[in-house]
């Protein structure tokens, strides 16, 4: 495995062409994201750079965005993970995107949705910090992981957890099928 790893601004880029590929291949122009960690910041940031307002039907391009231990306010002391080991620091530099002076800046940007309604999974199973101690999932903060987002639950997990079966039941499928407060499948405007 080599090279250094894209940045959140590289891979929304990537996405698009994934997501190009499925509404002509599949005919699926309304669609609905799942995204793991910085996976739900491409995808918020798919969202406001690529995402149809004017689709015919007057429907969002993206339905729902459930985030699982996203960090949308950064992660303190995410550049000490550059400094675990120099063999890593080609594929962390991801890490400074991460860092919340930054995410600041992403957040002061990255602000359109396009209507696509957003739920976060927030995990509060381990502690997370370097100076101050929060609980969280073990790498992303409960105050970052729910950060802007106004439909959100907790798990007792860990990071890497958060993507169990148990928590796509819990907390991914029920918004896929009816949406918060049964709003899904969403009826056509006219």
């Known amino acids: 495995s080599g090279g ?25 122009w ?9 996976g739900g910041l491409i995808a918020r940031l798919w969202l406001h750079k690529f995402a149809k307002e004017d689709l015919p039907d007057r429907v969002p391009h993206v339905l729902h965005l ?15 993970m550059k400094n675990v080991s120099s063999q890593f620091k080609d594929k962390l530099r991801a890490a400074d995107e991460l860092m919340p002076d930054e995410m600041l800046r992403f957040n ?11 739920a976060s999974l927030v995990g509060i199973g381990s502690m997370v910090g370097c100076t101050d101690i929060h609980t969280g999932d073990g790498f992303v903060p409960y105050e970052s992981a729910r950060y802007g987002v106004a439909d959100y639950a907790y798990a007792d997990d860990v990071h890497p957890d958060l993507v169990s079966h148990q928590n796509f039941t819990y907390f991914v499928l029920p918004r896929i099928i009816k949406g918060p407060k049964g709003t899904y499948p969403l009826p056509i405007k006219s």
């Open 66 to 80: 459930l985030m699982l231990g996203t960090p949308n306010n950064g992660v303190p002391c995410a550049d000490a």
């Open 108 to 118: 002061s940007f990255v602000r359109n949705t396009k209507g696509t309604k957003l």
């Open 4 to 28: 250094a790893t894209k940045s959140v601004y590289d891979n929304a880029d990537e996405l698009d062409k994934y997501i190009k590929y499925a509404q002509t291949e599949s005919n699926a």
């Open 30 to 38: 309304h669609i609905d994201m799942v995204g793991h960690s910085t």
